[in-house]
């Protein structure tokens, strides 16, 4: 799985760096971000492939996927995961 996400992510022109991002004063599992116009998936590279997976996973999700091919099972988890960011958020604005 984390193979295929690194694939999609490549395809979306996003670069994913793996890096220890839980020393000194920085302590993420990572995230993602855009610097100089260029989307970034920071990783760090103690998780297991399971974490670094759904963390990917949850980056690319918030992308634009339609125009790029990707396998099923990739574009349905994100798709999920779309769905389920979408409801926390109505949940949210219902509660406040």
Same mark, same amino acid.
């Given at each position: 799985?984390? &193979? ?8 979306? %022109? ?7 991002? &839980? ?12 610097? &100089? ?9 103690? =998780? ?13 999700? $918030?992308? $634009? ?22 409801? %926390?958020?109505?949940?949210?604005? =219902?509660?406040?």
């Amino acid at each position: 799985m984390l &193979k295929s996400l690194e694939d999609a992510a490549e395809k979306l %022109n996003v670069t994913v760096r793996y890096d220890d991002l &839980k020393k000194g004063v920085v302590n993420t599992a990572g995230g993602s971000c855009i610097l &100089k116009g260029d989307h970034y998936v920071l990783v760090h590279k103690h =998780l297991s492939d399971s974490e670094k997976a759904d963390l990917l996973a949850d980056a690319l999700s $918030e992308m $634009e996927i339609d125009s790029i091919y990707l396998a099923p099972e990739i574009r349905q988890l994100l798709e999920r995961i779309r769905e389920k960011t979408r409801q %926390n958020e109505e949940n949210n604005a =219902l509660s406040n």
